[in-house]
């Protein structure tokens, strides 16, 4: 081999080398633990009062279908549902544990829509968005017909029967 061409692949093998060693110093540098001694750190105390947090607006999403619908309300009770009170149509779900640690009852049956389909009441609950989690009776097939979930019998019958507006999101 001629010695310029020896001295070209020396050169760019020097300068590969030379890239090599140091990207790997740079890598080695940021890898490096960064140790602080447990004395020398201070707790920073708040008061309550002294933390404030911004108010962010939420801006509704816009209803894709507006619907008039029938609505009624069911509770969790064999009477009112099938052999597993707590389990709606939407299975990997538990409408009496989601309560009781949420306090809040956004779940409604309807045959028409999807299950896990989102849905508002805009004349009764403002922006508070209900999931499709549970199906009605057979018997409501092809109907405009949603049930409301509520946490026990007395508010099931108290909101009776109702035509409403409903906004599917």
Known sequence: MPSSKKNNVSKKLSDLTLVFITSFSLLGSLAKPIVAKADTISTLQLEPESISFDVVETIARPAKKTKIVVATAYSSEIAQTDNTPCVPAMSNFNLCDYFAKNQVEDTIAANFLRLGTEVRFPELYGEQVFVVRDRMNSKYNG?????????DRPSAVNFGVQRIKMEIL
């Open 143 to 151: 109907k405009s017909r949603i049930d409301f979930w509520k946490k």
